[in-house]
C-alpha cells in the first residue's frame, strides 16, 4: 500500500518505520527543519533501534520524507494523521494540528486518499465532526480511528507485536484497508464503531494510570504499616483477573500521555456534567508523589535552604530522552522553590536540555557532594553502579530510591557505611545503626509510627 503519514514524533516516525518494514511505500510529512534532519538521518528522539530501521527502510527505498501534504497525499491509498494532540485550555485537548491538516486535504481535494486514519488520542466525537466536515467540503473520504497503544521506549516492539489493534470504521472497504496495512502483524483485531475506538484509547490510558495510582496508594499504607510493597503487589498482581503490571509504586507517573489523556477524559466528562471520580483520585494521588518524597528528605535535613540533591535519570520513564511530564520537572520545581542546588545525570537526555540545571556526564559527579541522592527513573545501569562509592561521594549519604531498583544485596552492602539512609518507596526505611547520630524522632514524624 501507499501510505501519507503527517506527523514525526513518536507514533508517526515509529508507525513510517514499521508500515515501511512490512513492505508498505511510507511517505512521512512533517515541517521543513524537522523533515531536513530526517533526510540526513537524523532523529530528534531517542528510541531504541529507530535509528537503525529508519536507515534500512530509506535504503530500501520504502519511507521518503516531505513537507507537502498535498504532494505526499497524491496517489496514496491511505492518510494517516499522527500529529500532537496535546492539553488545551482547563485540560480540553487541543485540536489546532489536526485541523490544520483538515484544512489543507480541503485545498487539496482532487489528491484526497480514500481512507483518513486518525491515529493521534482524539476526543470522542472527533472522527464523526472531521468526516462531517470532509463531506460538507465536497470529498468523499472516510475517516477512521485507529488508536495506538505503544510506549516510548519499547515503541518498535510494541508496534510490531501489540496485544490488540483497534478499527474504528464505518465501511467494508475500511476495514478491509485496514487489515490489508497491518498485515503482517500477529494479533487480535478489534473492529468497532469509530466512538468505541476512540473511547478505548482513553480508557485504557485512564485505567493504566489508575493502576499505578492505587499502587503508589497502597504503597503509602504499607510505609505505615512496615509491609513491603513489591511482595503485596506481587501477591496481588498473581491474580490473572488483575495481572501483575503497572503495579510498581514510585514517584509517579510522566510522560506526555497519561495526565494529558486524564485531563480530556475529565474535561470532558465536566462539559456534559458527568463526574469522574476515579480519575479525579488517581490524578490527585500522583500529584502528590514528588512533594510527598521531598518532604521525606527535608524532614530529615531539617532546612533545605542550600541543601544539594544529586538527580538520577530526568526523563520520564528509562530508554528515552523524552521530558515531557517527567516528574523531574515537578521536583525541579519545588527544589528552586525551597532553594535546593540539583546536579542530575541522564545516560540519553542531552546536557543543557533544562536551563538552569547542572547536568554531570557521569552518575558518580551526580553525587559528589550531594546531601542527598534521588532515583527519578530505573535505568537498569543505576542499579549496577558502585552504591558504596557513591554514598562516599557524597556529603550526606542519604539516598531516596524512588523507583525501588537498589537490590537487597547492594542495601546491606550499603549499610557498612558510615551514616547511610536509605529510602526505598512503599516500604520500611534502612538506615546505618552503628554511627548514626541524628534523632530517631524526626524518622518516626517521616512514617508516623
Ligand atoms: C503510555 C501507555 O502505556 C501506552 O499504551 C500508550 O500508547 C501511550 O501512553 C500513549 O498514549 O501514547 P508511555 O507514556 O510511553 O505509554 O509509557 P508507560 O510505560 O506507560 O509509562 C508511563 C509512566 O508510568 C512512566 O512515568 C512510568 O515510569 C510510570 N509507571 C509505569 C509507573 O510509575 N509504574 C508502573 O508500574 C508502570
Not at 110 to 120: E, L, R
Not at 190 to 200: G, H, M, T
Not at 427 to 437: D, V, Y
Request: glycine content about 8%; some cysteine; overall charge negative.
Amino acid at each position: 500500500m501507499k501510505l501519507t503519514i503527517i506527523g514525526t514524533g513518536y507514533v508517526g516516525l515509529v508507525a513510517a518505520v514499521c508500515f515501511a518494514k512490512l513492505g508498505h511505500y511510507v511517505t512521512a510529512v512533517d515541517r521543513e527543519h524537522i523533515i531536513q534532519d530526517l533526510r540526513e538521518n537524523k532523529l530528534a528522539i531517542w528510541e531504541p533501534t529507530l535509528q537503525e530501521m529508519l536507515e534500512t527502510c530509506r535504503s530500501d527505498g520504502r519511507l521518503f520524507f516531505e513537507t507537502d501534504v498535498a504532494h505526499a497525499s497524491k496517489g496514496a491509498d491511505a492518510l494517516m494523521i499522527a500529529v500532537g494532540t496535546p492539553a488545551g485550555v482547563s485540560g480540553r485537548t487541543d485540536l489546532s494540528q489536526v485541523d490544520h491538516v483538515i484544512a489543507q486535504l480541503k485545498q487539496a481535494e482532487d489528491v484526497c486518499p480514500p481512507f483518513i486514519i486518525m491515529k493521534s488520542t482524539v476526543p470522542v466525537g472527533t472522527c464523526d465532526e472531521l468526516e462531517a466536515d470532509l463531506h460538507a467540503a465536497g470529498l468523499r473520504t472516510e475517516v477512521v480511528f485507529n488508536p495506538e497503544f505503544l510506549r516510548q521506549g519499547s515503541a518498535i516492539n510494541d508496534f510490531m507485536n501489540p496485544d490488540r489493534i483497534v478499527f474504528g470504521c464505518r465501511s467494508h472497504l475500511a476495514k478491509a484497508a485496514l487489515h490489508q496495512l497491518y498485515r503482517g502483524i500477529n494479533a487480535p483485531i478489534q473492529v468497532c464503531d469509530r466512538r468505541s475506538a476512540e473511547l478505548i484509547k482513553y480508557a485504557s490510558n485512564a485505567f493504566l494510570a489508575m493502576k499505578i495510582s492505587f499502587a503508589n496508594m497502597i504503597a503509602d499504607v504499607c510505609e505505615d504499616y512496615g509491609a513491603d510493597n513489591r511482595q503485596v503487589m506481587q501477591g496481588v498482581g498473581a491474580d490473572r483477573r488483575i495481572g501483575p503490571h503497572f503495579l510498581q509504586a514510585g514517584i509517579g507517573y510522566g510522560g506526555s500521555c497519561f495526565s494529558k489523556d486524564l485531563q480530556s477524559l475529565l474535561a470532558s466528562g465536566n462539559a456534559i456534567g458527568r463526574s469522574l471520580p476515579l480519575l479525579e483520585a488517581t490524578a490527585q494521588i500522583n500529584e502528590e508523589r514528588i512533594p510527598q518524597l521531598l518532604e521525606k528528605l527535608i524532614s530529615i535535613w531539617g532546612n533545605p535552604r542550600g541543601k544539594r540533591l544529586g538527580v538520577l535519570g530526568i526523563s520520564f520513564k528509562p530508554h528515552t530522552n523524552d521530558i515531557r511530564d517527567a516528574p523531574f520537572l515537578t521536583l525541579l520545581r519545588l527544589c528552586y522553590l525551597y532553594g535546593i542546588e540539583v546536579q542530575t545525570y541522564d545516560p540519553v537526555v542531552q546536557p543543557a536540555t533544562i536551563e538552569g540545571v547542572c547536568q554531570m556526564d557521569t552518575a558518580y559527579e551526580a553525587a559528589a557532594g550531594a546531601h542527598a541522592i534521588i532515583i527519578m527513573t530505573e535505568w537498569p545501569q543505576f542499579a549496577e553502579l558502585d552504591w558504596v562509592l557513591m554514598a562516599q561521594l557524597m556529603y550526606q549519604p542519604i539516598l531516596l530510591d524512588g523507583r525501588n531498583v537498589l537490590s537487597e544485596e547492594v542495601i546491606s552492602r550499603l549499610m557498612a557505611v558510615e551514616n547511610v539512609i536509605y529510602i526505598p518507596v512503599g516500604r520500611p526505611m534502612e538506615q546505618t545503626t552503628l554511627t548514626l547520630k541524628r534523632d530517631t524522632s524526626t524518622l518516626r514524624h517521616i512514617y508516623g509510627t
